[in-house]
């Protein structure tokens, strides 16, 4: 897509009639291509600065006559997705060798025009580009097309869509992405939408005060939330937590409010710090976020806090259905799958890496993890291909729904990399994480009141800090500890047994993220003393690395 002239070689990949373009359309088609490879892909011009014609359209359409068939092709193929295929460099890559499956189907509701523009089917994914019209745009407004999903298909372990604003275009663009590819080279699937919407951000000023580490409350009365409360935690002497919840009137339907705190410096939004979750459930139906804050950012009385949140604007219903004939076959040339039986390092008998996938838009490998359910996890946090001299990172998917001990890394193929069955390729696995489990000693809490208290206690070798203190009628439990190779706790109980009155946590755990500070609640808590256990720690080993030959 950096040179006008590569649209014209496009039709030779398509053996489908073309109808006779609108020399103004097709006008109009060129001249933005010619426009985007002028610069950086993802870059955008306004309407006010975009380059007069210099052609009449008639020495154009004379000029361009042998290239007429190739037009519409091209527009499909290659439209300027901007930055949208950001993430997804291999879907680029395919486009730019002319890979995609031209789609060009259009539904329009109430002046809302969502249109299908390009496939892109190989043995690992279906995505589907598609713009989406909407008229007049408001600034303040967000189009979104909800509830995506191929439908005559087997169910998927993932299907989601994704849409930015084409400032130059003045539309959005979007990509729908689905794990589901045909059984067969050709085969015909419904792609449906539940709605179109608009929405807006709303905001709510919330009088916290980080001053003080109590549960705060606080009424909302707004697109159906009732109230939310927060509490402050103090991490370490440079981080805090809040720790909220949002209640709604109807708690089965939050409606896609996508609540979240936000902070200012007078007109300065204060950026969140890495780790923060968002829409975990509660057990009475609350809309659960944990955000971190650097303490420097913020201070007493001089950082407001609002509630940000999304309102809908408008709802266009569906459904809005498209017929579509799918095929994979144009990306069999540069596709191949093996089988291997690798153990993820040597020795390692509960980790094997089972199959290795190519295709023209990305390299997929399958990993069985054995043993309690607990432990099947990846142990390295950190995933990397060398390929020809190429260093390609790689993403974590999840476990298939199919089979659930099997999870899946997936590494976009960029530009110009050439793949086939001889090609050396190495996996590289880095910062190892390590689940413990063979601590079964209580650590013993006494005296238990609304004063904080603390003990160390070793855990594995390492000096960890137990803190805790009631508030109103439940008991919390703060772990950490200084030394970095701790990774923490996932978990406490009360008793022996894994079953018996386990604490709820109310900070996100995640391995490998260099936070080992966890906080666990118990809920109207009447004694004393308490005996808690460990249901499993970790440590980390951030510079552990291992390297598997996959091929040849």
């Not at 020495?59 to 993430?87: D, F, Q, R, T």
């Not at 969140?272 to 829409?279: I, K, P």
């Not at 604007?313 to 089988?339: C, D, R, V, Y």
């Not at 413990?436 to 609304?450: C, F, G, Q, V």
């Amino acid at each position: 897509m950096n040179k006008l002239e590569h649209a014209l070689k496009h039709q030779l990949n398509e053996d489908k009639a073309v109808k006779y373009p609108d020399f103004e359309e097709m006008w109009t088609r060129i001249e933005q291509a010619e426009r985007s490879s002028s610069g950086l892909r993802g870059s955008s011009t306004s309407a006010g600065s975009r380059r007069t014609r210099s052609w009449s359209k008639i020495a154009a359409a004379a000029s361009l006559s042998v290239l007429v068939v190739a037009a519409p092709v091209y527009a499909a193929i290659h439209y300027n997705w901007g930055n949208l295929l950001s993430s997804k460099e291999g879907i680029q890559t395919a486009l730019d060798q002319n890979l995609g499956q031209r789609l060009g189907q259009s539904i329009t509701k109430d002046g809302v025009t969502l249109t299908l523009q390009t496939a892109v089917v190989d043995e690992n994914r279906t995505v589907i580009l598609y713009s989406l019209d909407v008229g007049k745009h408001v600034s303040t407004d967000f189009w979104h097309v909800k509830g995506m999903t191929l439908q005559g298909t087997k169910e998927t372990d993932n299907e989601y869509n994704y849409e930015q604003w084409d400032e130059e275009n003045q539309r959005y663009n979007g990509y729908f992405e689905s794990d589901w590819v045909p059984g067969q080279d050709t085969e015909q699937v419904t792609l449906t939408a539940e709605a179109v919407t608009a929405t807006s951000t709303q905001d709510l000023e919330i009088p916290l005060d980080i001053g003080s580490l109590e549960m705060q409350s606080f009424p909302i009365g707004k697109e159906g939330m009732k109230k939310v409360e927060i509490r402050p935690f103090a991490q370490s002497k440079d981080k805090l937590l809040l720790s909220s919840a949002v209640t709604f009137d109807d708690p089965m339907n939050p409606k896609g409010i996508f609540p979240q705190i936000v902070a200012y410096n007078g007109t300065t939004r204060v950026k969140d710090l890495s780790g923060g979750t968002f829409g975990e459930p509660g057990e009475h139906g609350e809309y659960k976020m944990n955000q971190y804050l650097k303490t420097d950012d913020i201070a007493a009385g001089q950082t407001t806090f609002k509630l940000e949140y999304t309102k809908q604007e408008q709802n266009i219903f569906g459904p809005w259905n498209f017929e579509l004939e799918l095929s994979k076959k144009q990306m069999e040339s540069g596709t191949h799958i093996q089988a291997l039986k690798l153990p993820l390092e040597t020795g390692d008998t509960d980790n094997t890496i089972e199959k290795l996938s190519v295709t023209p838009t990305q390299i997929r490998l399958s990993i069985r993890t054995e043993g309690k359910s607990f432990r099947r996890q990846m142990p390295y946090q950190k995933y990397y291909l060398e390929v020809s001299g190429k260093t390609l990172e790689g993403r974590y998917f999840g476990y298939s729904k199919e089979d659930s001990k099997l999870l899946n890394l997936r590494f976009e193929r960029p530009p110009g990399l050439l793949v086939n069955e001889s090609t050396p390729i190495t996996f590289v696995g880095k910062y190892k994480v390590t689940i413990h489990t063979e601590d079964k000693a209580p650590t013993l809490l006494t005296n238990i009141s609304t004063e904080k208290q603390t003990l160390i206690r070793e855990v594995g070798g390492y000096p960890v800090k137990w803190t805790y203190y009631m508030q109103g009628k439940d008991l919390y439990v703060e772990t950490g500890s200084e030394d970095p190779h701790f990774g923490g706790i996932n978990q406490t109980h009360l008793g022996e047994s894994y079953d018996n009155l386990p604490g709820r946590p109310v900070t996100p755990g995640f391995s490998g993220d260099g936070n080992n500070k966890s906080i666990d609640v118990y809920k109207d808590f009447k004694d004393t003393e308490a005996s808690v256990y460990m249901y499993y720690y970790t440590t980390d080993d951030p510079d552990k690395e291992t390297r598997v030959q996959l091929q040849p």
